[in-house]
């Protein structure tokens, strides 16, 4: 099985604060300054590969695994990261343009990748990444490569060399499905996924070989024929302030404070539950 | 005869009121460890004794009559207040002991802007004294990454230091005077002046005892003003380890005092700084106090770093955020449990120090043998954060993916083997093995090692104060 | 313009998602001609009981097996591009939000998921919706038609009269199809019917700082003696510490209760999004400068275990009087 696992490297948007949340003429916010990290629900994509990895290896066959993301040399250390977790091959397509609300533009570069390797046939990704909160890219990459798609993935298993089982969340309950791939697996809240931590002597070992970096002009045979314009553009971006007028409980010890809270306040609140 | 656990906890609930004497298996449990065995606590495994209860102590008089009661009767006491202790202080190594808990006496006594003093009974939580000065405009200028937990009795019997000591200082400048019990229930105040030469700085028996020798019960430490505004952060990287630690010194030995000087390696950095540090060291400073003596102080710094064309400016905003949420809470320890538990990859920390002339020494020789010797290590690295006229300290940081084996054996598979590298290169060096947790109760070993022939000042002290061997068995001096 | 409504009938948030349909479309501009609402509904479901919820008055029924996209969105893509409408809303539930991604594709349009607000522009429209992890509001232009848009489930819902006279303009039976060929076997075990989390009127969030599984546990034993039902954010539900029905946020379920307090939560915009329509909101946290502080009407600073100790014993103390 040959599984490619596209990836987004995202800042850690918690660490912002207040002032920081400015826009800028060009519809940007500055983000540059605060620690990255793997986008979680890739982080789940990821760390879900490898765990069927490690399956196939108990079961004595091996799948070929591929990490993906399009971004500048920043996401060079994960992709090498990876790399000495075990995906054989880390790619970056490095992109110019403003990919934050373009899923389509992704899921195209994604797609003219697969196709151009024409080896794979599992895709997973996560269901969306934090900045643009699309929702759509792994939606898209499915149409475009004509594969089938589950949604709200939450675990993989190994069933033979060529059939796997998929839970997923629908809003009807939880969905296993014994496939066939190919298929695109876009993964949601699933429990028990952090990355694993790569050893120093495996990140050594990678260390020497360059990460692969390919254009948007690399992939031209294989994009030339996908729709790349949208029609959708962002007009407008402006901070959502969440703040009530907070009052602040003081007492001298915690179950004054508790008293006060019910006495004052939730006693009432609750009778008109 | 040793008292049974029963007849400890009945004769405990007679001198204190009973709802301070916790007996429940949970708290016990907790109870019986610090952060130096979090690796075995995740997987619910507790190997250490368990102790016979936890006492909350609500005064002075309490902290007496416990302390009198377990004399009497050889108890091992393990006195504890904010419980974020590193190295195995907290652990009850012998059976059926006390750990008298001393975070319900959490008054701040005095806040003394006149003369530049506040004082706090041990519980107290270090950012509530914090905040509270800073709404008066002053500051500790103590901040350790535990703050948010720490309590101030733990922070002086650590001999603790936090991250803006080189201007500051570590808890031992910034204590006055103290109210300690010891275990023959005496109870001494060393008060409040400037300096004397009244005999030596008796303070410092006091000061880094580790719950070794007596309990503290209450603190003076000096305020400062609080200045933020006149704060300046510089930050650079840099190709290796040896020419941060000649800036640092360069600073230092100029008579500069900056705030915050910090020199990470690549590993490190690579930690906390990946969105900019590009597999580089880095090198922090911040430049704070009067606005003339922090403005002195960056443009010092500045022109000692243009020394050294190998340093890249970097915008500060790259640092600022790091550095804001640098500090230790209660959710990033549980986020940070769940991780553990899922990847098995665990991460300690052993802190040195010693003259410039051999740091970079150790920190090469440590670093390469932990990458030679030891199996499945994930981050060797290392940072200088407290700089001194005659050298600095350095903070190892060594994380590894826990491989076939117990929770319990984690320890003697991984850390130890670690401490010991660490510990050995120093002391023969010519360093220290301890900065600022502590010995706790797993660099005892070494503890001779460590002061040579000075030991026998050190020994002499438990034998004069602690007699009967009731405190903190195991803590400094080894168990036996 | 013309419009069309999808709405996915087997989910349990169907009714009120036809509720907020027909609120949506009420505040449009007159349509061209009769908006149309298709509806998939489950086989044993009753379709008197479907069209009852109708948000318009024509609809078209599709009885299916379960909700599977590759099997409905053949379907749909038959039976609209034909004569396509110029935008469709599709329920902002997990099946509506792929449908709505994956129909545009097929048929050329642009899409856009999650959307909270719109506004037609002459014959292009303004959509806006949460992003960057909704600390900000994005506003997006869309140019490309069929307009194929899912809809927040966090959306305003008036209760507007059912429209008179539903009438069902085709029905069909879509329960013979197989599943598509990649699907070997599949399984469902069902959720409750009623989500606890959207009906209840007092939730009890709990965050990470509730530190273990066994903290929740007790935490839940609490919710209970309170009379509320336990929620847990996006770190808790990863962590195994609670099973991920019990989910609050923008990933999980989007609840408007009476009252909620926020027990241990950081208050990122990720999980306040799920309580935000709460009428009053408790927080209670050791860091003052958590943003859960700032969103709650009344805010505590202290351990979180105490004070639910002494609020359950309160309670208990006036029930039995």
Known sequence: MNVLVSFKVVPDLDLLSGNDWTVDGNCQVETRFVKKMINPYDESALELALKLADQAGNAGFSIDLSALTIADSGSDLTLKSLRALGYRQAIRIAEEDDLRFAPEKVAALITAYARQRD??????????????????????TAELLGWPCITQVTGVTMISQHTLQVS?????????????????????????????????RAIKEQAEQPIDVITRSDLKNTLSSLPYNPGINLIKLEPISRKRNSV????????????????????????EL | MALTREAIVTALVDIVDPDQVVTDEAVLKESSIDRFRRFEELHGVYTQPLPAAVV????????????????????????????TATEGGLETVVENSLVVDGSAMNKVIKIDPVNMQATCQCGTPLLVLEDQLRELGYTTGHSPQSKPLAQLGG??????IGQFSTLYGGIEEMVVGLEAVFPNGQITRIKNVPRRAAGPDIRHIIIGNEGALCYITEITVKIFKFMPENNILLGYTLENMKTGFEILREVMVNGYRPSVARLYDEEDGAYHFSHF???????????????????????????????????????????????????????????ERAEIVETKNIGNTTEISANWEIINQIYETCTERMRNEIPDMTIIGGHSSHSYINGTNLYFVHYYNVVDCKPEEEITKYHWPIKKIIVEETIKAGG????????????TPWIKDEHGSSYYILETLKKAFDPQGIMNRGTIYPKS | MKYRLIINGCSPGFATDCRSMQTIVTNLPAADNETETIVFYHYSDQKTKIMAQAPTASIRLIRIKEFEADTVLPFLEELESPAPADLYLFSGDYGGSELAVRFACRLGGSSLAAVEDLELIGEEINCSKSVYNGFMRGTFRLSEKPYCLSVSRGMATSDLMRPPGVKALSETDLTERKWPEYILKRRIEKAESVNKLKAANFILAAGRGVKSKDNLIMLQQNAAKLGAELGVSRPVAMNGWAPLNKLIGASGTLASPKLCIAAAVSGSPAFYIGIEKSKRIIAINTDPDAPMIEGADLAIIDHYEPVIDQLVRLIEKDKTG
């Not at chain 2, 922070?155 to 603790?160: D, E, G, I, M, Q």
Request: aromatic fraction near 8%; proline fraction near 4%; charged fraction near 20%.
């Open chain 2, 277 to 335: 540090a590009n597999n580089r060291c880095v090198l922090i400073f911040m430049a704070e106090g009067p606005k003339g003596i922090a403005e002195a102080t960056a443009a010092a710094i500045e022109e000692i770093v243009t020394r050294f064309p190998e340093c890249e400016k970097v915008d500060t905003r790259y640092i600022k955020t790091w550095f804001d949420h640098l500090n230790w809470d209660a959710t990033d320890i549980a986020q």
């Open chain 2, 56 to 83: 909350y102590v609500r005064s002075t008089s309490d902290v007496v009559k416990v302390l009198q009661f377990a004399n009497k009767h050889g108890i091992n006491i393990v006195p504890r207040t904010g419980h």
């Open chain 2, 432 to 443: 220290s093995m301890c900065h600022h947790h502590g010995v706790g109760k797993h660099r």
């Open chain 1, 168 to 200: 997923a969340i629908s809003d009807q309950g939880l969905v296993t499905r014994t496939i066939k791939p190919p298929c695109l697996l876009a993964v949601g809240n699933a429990p028990f996924s952090y990355l694993r931590v790569p050893t120093l």
């Open chain 1, 248 to 271: 602040i409980i003081e007492g001298s010890n915690t179950a004054e404070k508790a008293e006060k809270l019910y006495q004052q306040y939730l006693k009432g609140w609750l009778t």
């Open chain 1, 119 to 140: 080896d794979f046939n599992l895709i997973f990704m996560g269901r969306q990444s934090g900045v643009g909160d699309n929702a759509k890219t792994p939606l898209i």
């Open chain 2, 155 to 160: 922070l002086v019997a650590t001999r603790s």
